[in-house]
């Protein structure tokens, strides 16, 4: 079965400095992992995907996140946080149905920016 | 492309009421998602949809809820009675499988229901 740990339900960093959301996740079958961003009164925004193709996976907004098979991992960085850039955060695994298209999500990463 | 649209946005309902949300997926998108959100349970995978066809209902709460897909364009989701444990937003989501597709899905901005 599928799995999603999300290390820190919230985060809090100034404005400038390294965001680091972690993400650990298992899967019986090859993963693909995405991560999402939930603004305000809004859906879920795909930020960025790994598919098993380069392991450092670049997104929008800045954001970067690297997968890392021996430590199960994908954690989202960004070099320098932004106001702009508090939201919640959805690290997300493929499922293992016969559809392949079910995805397990983790409980969330609230994102607070301070200036 | 339009994105998944939702409607209605948001609804104000008495309790016992029936409750009726819709969702109309990405074109060309063969699944399809229905998702709950609280700050209690955060979010929910409810009922999902393959080609048409119910694969997984196991997240449905209870008998008050049932989904239809009649056609690839169209979804709904209905509650009936509701109740004010329903209040929450409602996420459709849909995305592409098989092939060489890579599963993201793509979500709606929610409707966001008040059961009073």
């Known amino acids: 079965a599928q799995s999603v740990t999300q290390l820190g339900s919230h985060v809090s960093v100034s404005e400038g400095a390294l965001v680091l959301l972690r993400c650990n996740y298992s899967s019986s079958v090859p993963p693909y992992l995405f991560w999402y961003v939930q603004y305000p009164n809004q859906g879920l925004q795909l930020l960025l995907k790994y598919t098993s193709a380069a392991t450092l996976v670049k997104g929008i907004n800045g954001f970067e996140a690297e997968f890392k098979k021996s430590e199960t991992s994908f954690h989202l960085t960004k070099p320098s946080a932004h106001m702009s850039d508090a939201a919640e955060y959805f690290c997300a695994v493929r499922g293992n149905n016969n559809a392949g298209n079910m995805l397990t999500f983790g409980g969330g990463t609230r994102l607070m920016v301070k200036p | 492309d339009a994105g998944v649209i939702q409607s209605p946005r948001h609804e104000v309902t008495e309790m016992g009421q029936e409750v009726t949300l819709r969702c109309k997926p990405i074109s060309g998108h063969n699944s399809l998602f229905w998702y709950r959100q609280t700050m209690m349970r955060g979010l929910e995978l409810l009922i999902y949809f393959n080609n048409n066809v119910p694969i997984d209902d196991s997240g449905m709460p209870e008998d008050r809820f049932s989904a239809k897909m009649p056609n690839a364009s169209f979804s709904t989701l209905k509650i009936q009675p509701s109740e004010p444990r329903d209040s929450a937003v409602y996420f459709c989501?849909?995305?592409?499988?098989?092939?060489?597709?890579?599963?993201?899905?793509?979500f709606g901005p929610g409707t966001r229901l008040t059961v009073t």
């Open positions: 989501a849909s995305s592409q499988g098989g092939g060489f597709a890579s599963y993201e899905q793509y």
